[in-house]
């Protein structure tokens, strides 16, 4: 069956630390792929999305990811973490021609 | 400001009332999109629009749930005899006529059922 997974529920980091979000994907052939955040009581807004090409792809607020195609992998990195980066994290997928679908999320906190 | 807007953004109601959310999409997109967002979860597709046809429905959660776009500009999800179970954060989103280019949500309305 067609899915997304985010392994982790919640990740905590110290502000100023790296960050890794992981995200998988099961379809069988590759999909487009986004990274949405979510702040609490709010809507989510686009990161970043990979269609082709290079498989590391730069978004805003300094976040980047990378597609490992052999590993179904898209990957949300961010070098050092900022306070305002508490929020939720969504990978989602979209198989061509067909409408989004979410993980469930990761939920990160930021230590000052 | 030309994001996705809608209303309510909170609605409280009785269970087995009926209850219609309003979305307004960005202008110049012609696919409109709904989305359920429950506590811990991932937004979960429930229908989506371009311009004025209905082209996915079959997600729709039961036949309590309708959505229509009557002039292909805004759009409305309604909920009948409403379930505690239908409390959740519906998210309304829209995109250009490629939807790969990623969607823009709004804000969304929280629905609580009592």
């Known amino acids: 069956a067609q899915s997304v997974t985010q392994p982790d529920i919640h990740i905590t980091v110290s502000e100023g630390a790296s960050l890794e979000l992981r995200c998988n994907y099961s379809?069988?052939?590759?999909?487009?792929l986004f990274w949405y955040v979510q702040s609490p009581g709010q809507g989510l807004q686009l990161l970043l999305k990979?269609?082709?090409?290079?498989?590391l792809v730069q978004g805003i607020k300094g976040f980047e990811a990378e597609f490992k195609r052999s590993q179904s992998s898209f990957n949300l990195r961010k070098p050092s973490v900022h306070w305002s980066d508490a929020a939720e994290y969504f990978c989602?997928?979209?198989?061509?021609?067909?409408?989004?679908?979410f993980g469930p999320g990761t939920r990160l906190s930021v230590l000052p | 400001d030309t994001g996705v807007s809608q209303d309510p953004r909170h609605k409280i109601t009785k269970r087995g009332q009926n209850v219609t959310f309003r979305c307004d999409p960005i202008?110049?997109?012609?696919?409109l999109y709904w989305y359920r967002q429950t506590l811990g979860q991932g937004p979960e597709f429930l229908t989506y629009?371009?311009?004025?046809?209905?082209?996915?429905k079959s997600r729709l959660l039961s036949d309590r749930f309708s959505a229509e776009r009557p002039k292909g500009s805004f759009s409305t999800l309604e909920i009948q005899r409403t379930e505690q179970g239908d409390s959740a954060m519906y998210l309304c989103?829209?995109?250009?006529?490629?939807?790969?280019?990623?969607?823009?949500f709004g804000s969304g309305t929280r629905l609580t059922v009592v």
């Open positions: 990979y269609f082709s090409g290079d498989t």
């Open positions: 629009f371009q311009n004025e046809a209905q082209l996915e």
């Open positions: 379809y069988g052939a590759t999909p487009y």
């Open positions: 202008s110049e997109h012609n696919r």
């Open positions: 989103a829209s995109s250009p006529r490629d939807a790969n280019y990623g969607y823009t």
């Open positions: 989602a997928v979209a198989p061509y021609g067909q409408n989004f679908v």
